[in-house]
């Protein structure tokens, strides 16, 4: 089955047997807990819904298929999937590398919990450069965190090369794939462990439900991951997998659009005079744009630019456009606007934030599915007024 195909038929089969009534899409099972006719044996395998559900069963069928997994879990944020795999592969004692240029809560998650208080030491690091990974692995290094193409400066990391410079030293490599959604980039086909997601963003792509995903080949690794989702108990909710079900059906259709928005938004932002840079991998000026063409199939709906003015006029301007929601999170069918320094990123050292190029005027667009003149015809307004 090809991708859009998997996406709307993998784990939904209607129910035509035993008294079955055919549904088309799966139930949304609220049940708790589930009855048994025999002291011996769960119904149809389930016990209590913390540690199964039907539908949210689908729907990890569903995230394995985008992935070209063997397996998926489904969790209540992109967050709790994070710390499940921190808690299922790392003990006090242990080293983990990062990329530097994380989103700021994967950044908050390692360091003010598992590095400052559960002693698992965090170095953060260039991985634009796997040599920089292969400089900082030390004898207790267990994992690698990469997040590709990175929030909000659009820098990626050569998934490959890192993976082979880990296994040979038998560390686990976990990818964020949140901003290219499972379309335009299966992070395992290219040798990662774990793809990570927060599904919140593109997977169900209508700013209508928190959630996040794992998925992963290794079978001992997936027991490892399923059993911290039962006992720290993260779950998504049976009502958010039916969302991300009915979310995942439309995501090829969705980040087509999407990209091709973004590109026409950020061929337009460079082309204009008062714009200092523009952030976007499907751009030839961005500096990796040739490891871009060749580890994703497209580009992804995000684009992070600067204004050649002043820090006042960059807030203005996320103020003046009229399509773009000034408000936080991304990849819904609504575009959005904000400002990583003052908002997503604040959580981020202000010396770090200089240290990896973050500056404080930088603004991040999240193209939404609209018509593309429109957006355009918005972005241009707003230049207007904010730079006359
Ligand atoms: C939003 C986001 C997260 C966190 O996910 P939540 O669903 O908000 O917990 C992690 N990584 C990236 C790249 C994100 O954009």
Known sequence: ????????????????????????????????????????????????????????????????A?????????????????????????QAGDHMIAFDDLYGGSRRLFTRIFDERFNVKVSYVDARQPANVAEAIRPNTRLIWLETPSNPLMKLCDIAAIAEIAHAKDILVAVDNTFASSYFQNPLDAGADIVMHSTTKYMNGHSDSIGGALMMNDEALHEKLKFTQNAAGSILAPFDS???????????????????????????????????????????????????????????GMISFELDGTLEQA?????????????????????????????????????????????????????????????????EQALKRVLA
């Open 242 to 300: 039916y969302l991300l079900l009915r979310g995942t059906k439309t995501l090829a259709v969705r980040m087509r659009q999407h990209e091709a928005n973004a590109m026409a938004i950020a061929k337009y932002l460079e082309a204009h005079s008062r714009v200092k840079s523009v952030l976007y991998p499907g751009l030839e000026s961005h500096p990796q744009h040739d490891l871009a063409k060749r580890q994703m199939s497209g580009y992804g």
């Open 1 to 64: 089955m090809k991708f859009e195909t998997r996406a709307i038929h993998v784990g939904e089969k209607p129910n035509l047997k035993d008294g079955g009534a055919g549904d088309v899409t799966v139930p949304i099972h609220l049940s708790t807990t589930f009855a048994r006719k025999d002291i011996d044996i769960p119904t149809a395998g389930y016990e209590y819904s913390r540690s199964g559900n039907p539908t949210r069963d689908a729907l990890e069928q569903r995230l394995a």
């Open 66 to 90: 985008l992935e070209n997994a063997r397996f998926g879990l489904a969790f209540a944020s992109g967050l709790a999937s994070e710390a499940t795999v921190a808690l299922s592969t790392l």
């Open 315 to 379: 807030k203005r301007f996320t103020e003046s456009v009229r399509y773009f929601a000034l408000a936080e999170s991304l990849g819904g069918v609504e575009s959005l606007i904000e400002l990583p320094a003052v908002m997503t990123h604040a959580s981020v050292p202000p010396e770090e934030r200089r240290k990896i190029g973050l500056a404080d005027s930088l603004i991040r667009i999240s193209a939404g599915i609209e018509n593309v003149d429109d957006l355009l015809e918005d972005v």
